[in-house]
């Protein structure tokens, strides 16, 4: 059984930066779909980012694109989120995310739905 822990949350100052780490237990990556969600009380969990493992292709939403990298290390089996310039709206909990497939069409990246395994979520809190 797949076990996913995240890591690195934390509270910092507008404009700074965290990087969260989505380790994997109990299995190796090779070919599936690695994603980052996001979420804030009342709202829908949201995409961010989503890492191919077979391909080592990404995809960053619009809403974070150009402040976030998604990363993998192979040898550690982890996954990173590199956020930079972090401002009080990206405050959530954020939350990786593993689907067992190749890659997904546009319209499922991005999806909750497209997603088998989840880790129990880190705190991101950016103060003004």
């Known amino acids: 059984q797949v076990k996913l822990v995240e890591s690195g949350g934390g509270s910092v100052q507008a404009g700074g930066s965290l990087r969260l780490s989505c380790a994997a237990s109990?299995?190796?990556?090779?070919?599936?779909?690695v994603a980052w969600f996001r979420q804030t009380p009342g709202m829908e969990r949201e995409g961010i980012a989503v890492?191919?493992?077979?391909?080592?292709?990404?995809y960053i939403a619009d809403s974070v694109k150009g402040r976030f990298t998604i990363a993998r290390d192979t040898a550690e089996n982890t996954v990173y989120l590199q956020m930079n310039s972090l401002q009080p709206e990206d405050t959530a909990m954020y939350y990786c995310?593993?689907?067992?497939?190749?890659?997904?069409?546009?319209?499922?990246?991005?999806?909750?739905?497209?997603?088998?395994?989840w880790g129990q979520g880190t705190q991101v809190t950016v103060s003004s």
């Open positions: 995310a593993v689907a067992d497939a190749v890659f997904f069409p546009g319209s499922q990246r991005f999806a909750p739905a497209s997603y088998k395994d």
């Open positions: 109990g299995y190796t990556w090779k070919r599936n779909v």
């Open positions: 890492f191919y493992t077979a391909s080592g292709v990404t």
